[in-house]
């Protein structure tokens, strides 16, 4: 029985707010975020230092596409010159720079690259500040569903139900508000957590990866002066083994004539002996 009448006011209830909604209609609204992306300065600068940094990854990849190229075509003009060791060398190289080439691009470019990584970073406080303030403009103006623009295929919308400016201006509001208590926070000494971690503008994190890159660049060139040593020892070692089997078969050989030429020379002594006996007409 009670279980029926909760029920029934369960029912009622979703009734009256259907019928609700019905009279007064669904509000809907809608954001731009590329459009509200756009008109935000700090993001503007973010993703001009980004595309920078793109733009000289790019040359970077060519230069190295460049060398490989400059090494390919260097094999090929002196093949006919090079022993087969040195060619197989010289491919080992090649194939090295190509995977060093393949490495770099997915480390930059990839699914997990940095420019995926500092991309999001970059949009990621912004659709932040854009969620927040959407939220709080649906309660305020009691809209019931906002939708993203890029999201949705809208084939028709009234302007006035556009709260990109809306948003945009609640950012703007937001942002100064945020600066002075950062500007406060400074001056008197902003308290720390531990395990925080602040967020990092692209700049930032940008000039953080190029320290982490450049001590790693460090490592690898000095591996890399470890493995040419080696090299060149290797090489030093193997040239010395060589010319020094060339001079041991050149002395035996030498040997040998030499011990042929001495029986040649008993023999024809003793054929003259035998040929011509002492007291012999």
Do not use: C
């Not at 993203?148 to 400016?165: A, F, G, I, P, W």
């Amino acid at each position: 029985m009670m279980r029926n009448k909760i029920s029934f006011l369960l029912m009622l209830t979703l009734l009256s707010f259907a019928f609700a909604k019905a009279q007064r209609g669904i509000r809907v609204g809608y954001v731009d975020m590329n459009y509200i992306l756009e008109s935000v300065p700090e993001y503007q600068k973010a993703s001009d230092q980004l595309e920078q940094r793109m733009q000289s990854w790019k040359v970077e990849i060519e230069k190295m596409e460049s060398a490989i190229s400059q090494m390919e075509n260097s094999l090929k003009n002196e093949r006919v010159l090079l022993t087969k060791e040195l060619i197989e060398e010289r491919e080992e190289d090649i194939d090295i720079k190509r995977q060093e080439l393949s490495d770099y691009q997915q480390k930059r470019f990839g699914a997990q690259g940095d420019f995926i990584k500092q991309k999001q970073q970059l949009i990621q406080p912004v659709q932040d500040q854009v969620f927040n303030e959407m939220q709080k403009i649906g309660q305020q103006k009691k809209y019931d569903i906002i939708l993203e623009r890029s999201e949705v295929t809208m084939l028709y919308s009234d302007d006035r139900h556009d709260l990109s400016d809306d948003v945009l201006k609640a950012i703007g509001r937001t942002g100064k508000a945020k600066d002075r208590a950062e500007a406060r926070a400074t001056k008197n000494g902003p308290p720390t957590e531990a395990g925080d971690e602040p967020y990092m503008s692209v700049q930032e994190a940008a000039d953080a990866q190029e320290k982490i890159i450049a001590k790693q660049e460090v490592v690898d060139e000095r591996a890399a002066i470890r493995a040419e040593k080696i090299r060149v020892r290797d090489s030093i070692k193997e040239a010395r083994a060589r010319e020094y089997k060339e001079r041991r078969e050149e002395l035996i050989k030498e040997r040998a004539r030499k011990k042929d030429s001495v029986l040649q020379a008993r023999r024809k002594a003793k054929e003259d002996k035998n040929n011509n006996p002492p007291g012999g007409n």
